[in-house]
């Protein structure tokens, strides 16, 4: 079946510009994750959404950025006025449920911020 | 807090010889444990996991990795590299005392020699 997709591939914004990147998880899988990698951090957990829980924010850097998640499914990131420290892949990921099932990756969003 | 060291940040490996990628965790409880691989400009692709049970574990692509909780390790292995193999790994621990999210490693990064 259809794996985890995202879009856009690449995005290149300017600095203090608003970007959305957007995350379709696997069908039916209830657990969604974003994630950072960069070459100074490497990879970095930023938010979980489960079912309809409230979602675990713990891992967002600044309140530039945020994240939804409507109708159990589609997941956008957004990240407001960015900066060039925001440049990362930005990789999204989905499980069928929380807890003791791995984690299945899209191929992420690589963004540029000049 | 939990963490993930991998203690090699390169490797270097001639095609039909031996691989062993180390991995280090710290992790307060019952640790899920993954692997998984990428390849350039892709996203992250799980080789194997453990949960539970049996400390060998059999992934895809011919790799297996042994948890020695003892040692709090869980190495990756394969017996005879191909030149696909070529890639960047990274070992990962989550579990429900995380909150679910994963902890990746700073990864280790293969070359294959013909």
């Known amino acids: 079946g259809a794996g985890v997709s995202q879009s856009p591939s690449n995005k290149v914004t300017e600095k203090g510009k608003d970007v959305e990147l957007r995350c379709d998880p696997i069908s039916g899988h209830t657990a969604l994750y974003w994630y950072r990698q960069s070459l100074g951090q490497g990879l970095e957990f930023l938010i979980y959404?489960?079912?309809?829980?409230?979602?675990?924010k713990s891992g967002l850097p600044s309140d530039r950025f945020s994240a939804e998640r409507t109708g159990g499914s589609v997941s956008t990131l957004t990240i407001q006025r960015t900066q060039q420290e925001d440049s990362a892949v930005y990789l999204c990921?989905?499980?069928?449920?929380?807890?003791?099932?791995?984690?299945?990756f899209g191929p992420g969003t690589r963004l540029t911020v000049t | 807090a939990q963490s993930v060291t991998q203690p090699d940040i390169h490797i270097t490996v001639s095609e039909g010889a031996s691989l062993e990628l180390r991995c280090n965790y710290s992790y307060g409880a019952t640790p899920y444990l993954f692997w998984y691989v990428q390849s350039p400009g892709q996203g992250l692709q799980l080789l194997l996991k453990y949960f539970s049970g049996d400390t060998l574990v059999q992934g895809i692509k011919g790799f297996e990795a042994e948890f020695k909780r003892s040692q709090s390790s869980f190495n990756l292995r394969k017996p005879s590299v191909h030149w696909s193999d070529a890639a960047e790994y990274f070992c990962a621990v989550g579990g429900k005392a995380a909150g679910n999210k994963l902890t990746f490693g700073g990864g280790t990064r293969v070359l294959v020699k013909p």
């Open positions: 959404f489960q079912g309809n829980s409230a979602p675990d």
């Open positions: 990921a989905s499980s069928p449920l929380a807890g003791a099932y791995e984690q299945y």
